[in-house]
Antibody, heavy 118, light 108 residues
């Protein structure tokens, strides 16, 4: 069974950074891209970027360049996203999702809630 | 950036009613790159239809998708209470990948 298990909720101060994880199981980690999606409270979905676990190659939404950094650890089948210089605008739920490069996101993690507050 | 405009924004349907949600793209998209997701309150999005018209695993046959170019649609043949959710279209044709603003479906 394919599963994407994301790390727990984060409460962080403005200006800080946060690194969240997404541990994959039930499939060959390097066979699919890992995509990251932001959902602000009550809002739609925004694609942040994706990473090819095979070679670490990344594509980013221009809006999130400099804000988000995507990495993977093939040895533990885990994808990571770091968000820098956090502001209240970064408060949201962040999802990881599996998919081929241009194809649909067929499995999603449960989401990591990030709250930026002093 | 390809903007996806969904219509309607919200709607309410009676059980058994046929529902159609549309997704209009600001530029033409190959049908291979248009997908639909269902998100129930408090849950992660779930893939519903991929590449315009292919049902994802486990999705009931009352759901269907169609379209081409800049105009796509999601249809629920007969509304059921469990279909209460927000539905999003998404394009994988160009970067940035984008989602529609969502259609919230309620039951009458």
């Amino acid at each position: 069974e394919v599963q994407l298990q994301q790390s727990g909720p984060e409460l962080v101060k403005p200006g800080a950074s946060v690194k969240m994880s997404c541990k994959a199981s039930g499939y060959t980690f390097t066979d699919y891209y890992m995509k990251w999606v932001k959902q602000s409270h009550g809002k739609s979905l925004e694609w942040i970027g994706d990473i090819n676990p095979n070679n670490g190659g990344t594509s980013y939404n221009q809006k999130f360049k400099g804000k988000a950094t995507l990495t993977v650890d093939k040895s533990s089948s885990t994808a990571y996203m770091q968000l820098n210089s956090l502001t209240s605008e970064d408060s949201a739920v962040y999802y990881c999702a599996r998919g081929e490069r241009t194809d649909a996101m067929d499995y999603w993690g449960q989401g990591t809630s990030v709250t930026v507050s002093s | 950036e390809i903007v996806l405009t969904q219509s309607p924004t919200t709607m309410a349907a009676s059980p058994g009613e046929k529902i159609t949600i549309t997704c209009s793209a600001s530029s033409s998209i190959s049908s291979n790159y248009l997908h639909w997701y269902q998100q129930k309150p408090g849950f992660s999005p779930k893939l519903l239809i991929y590449r315009t018209s292919n049902l994802a695993s486990g999705v009931p046959a009352r759901f269907s998708g169609s379209g081409s170019g800049t105009s796509y649609s999601l249809t629920i043949g007969t509304m059921e209470a469990e279909d209460v959710a927000t539905y999003y279209c998404q394009q994988g044709s160009s970067i940035p990948r984008t989602f529609g603003s969502g259609t919230k479906l309620e039951i009458k």
